[in-house]
């Protein structure tokens, strides 16, 4: 080997050396090299937690199962773009999404929620949500009691006033198909057209439907995903049936609608997460 073909090779197994070690480098701080971009480029993540144990699916390709704790999933040194999610289990109702994946960011789904389509699971299913309504319609069928003002003792001979309204104490009101927000006693309009609506048990989110669509305005900032801000509105769905009742369902991340005004009733549920498509589960 001569001296020239030595110091050829001592040079590639340096420059070789650097652009492996650089690359190691990239890699471990959570960098990948796209070939689309034509460079490199930080990665993300996704992860998911799920109601029950199940499958994952990354654009069609089959990337594991949910944890047996937990039932979460993460896949991490995603290149930014978009992925299809797709969580399945034999004898359940798939959840799909298109996950758009950023620059050193964790695309998190943490209230996927996948039902029983078959068998005494979706019996029971179907039993709950028939209560959960009968309940509904008991407590809208019971009158609110009508607040009394308080008679405060007057001196003997003073003339008696007037009894002062009671105030509203109600946060929304719905009167002539018009949602109000209560708000210190003034009354702000906030939709119209409305058939009614559900207030979530934690106070945080505010459904309200007309015949055919469904929204919902957030009443405090959110801390997960998909971050939304105290007062923003968003129209969740359109159907092509008309609603006869709704209400939240397991949380506040999630509707259950139910359709026709007499049995057998036909149900949905609807998760209010609309990033890469909204999920409905029918019965």
């Known amino acids: 080997m001569t001296r020239k073909t030595k110091k050829i090779l001592f040079y590639a197994s340096v420059f070789l050396f650097i652009v492996l070690s650089f690359s190691i480098s990239l890699y471990a701080q959570g960098y990948k090299y796209s070939l689309k971009e034509g460079k490199f480029v930080l990665t993300g993540a996704i992860s998911v937690k799920v109601n029950v144990d199940a499958n994952v699916f990354i654009n069609g390709k089959p990337e594991g199962e949910t944890s047996f704790l937990g039932n979460s999933f993460g896949i991490n040194r995603l290149v930014p773009g978009d992925y299809k999610i797709t969580i399945s289990r034999d ?20 209230n996927v929620l996948i039902f029983p389509t078959q068998g005494l699971e979706k019996e029971k299913l179907l039993v709950s949500f028939e209560e959960i309504f009968s309940e509904l319609e008991l407590l809208k069928a019971t009158p609110t ?17 007037s009894p002062s309204p009671s105030p509203i104490e109600d946060p929304f009101i719905l009167k002539d198909k018009k949602l109000y927000k209560n708000t210190e006693g003034q009354l702000l309009e906030i939709a119209t057209n409305v ?17 055919y669509e469904i929204w919902v305005m957030w ?24 609603i006869n009742l709704a209400t939240w369902y397991k949380g506040d991340n999630h509707l259950l609608i139910r359709f026709g005004k007499t049995e057998p009733h036909t149900y949905q549920i609807v998760e209010i997460d609309k990033r890469g498509g909204v999920n409905i589960a029918g019965f």
């Open 219 to 242: 009443l405090v900032d959110t801390n997960y995903q998909p971050f939304m801000k105290n007062g923003q509105i968003e129209s969740i769905t359109r159907f092509s049936i008309p």
């Open 145 to 161: 009691p009508t607040p009394t003002p308080k008679k405060t003792p007057k001196p003997s001979g003073s003339p008696s006033p």
């Open 195 to 211: 058939l009614d609506f559900s207030l979530s048990n934690n106070g945080h989110k505010i459904a309200w439907w007309n015949n």
């Open 91 to 110: 004898g359940y109702s798939s959840w799909n999404k298109t996950a758009t994946v950023g620059e050193g960011f964790v695309s998190d789904f943490s």
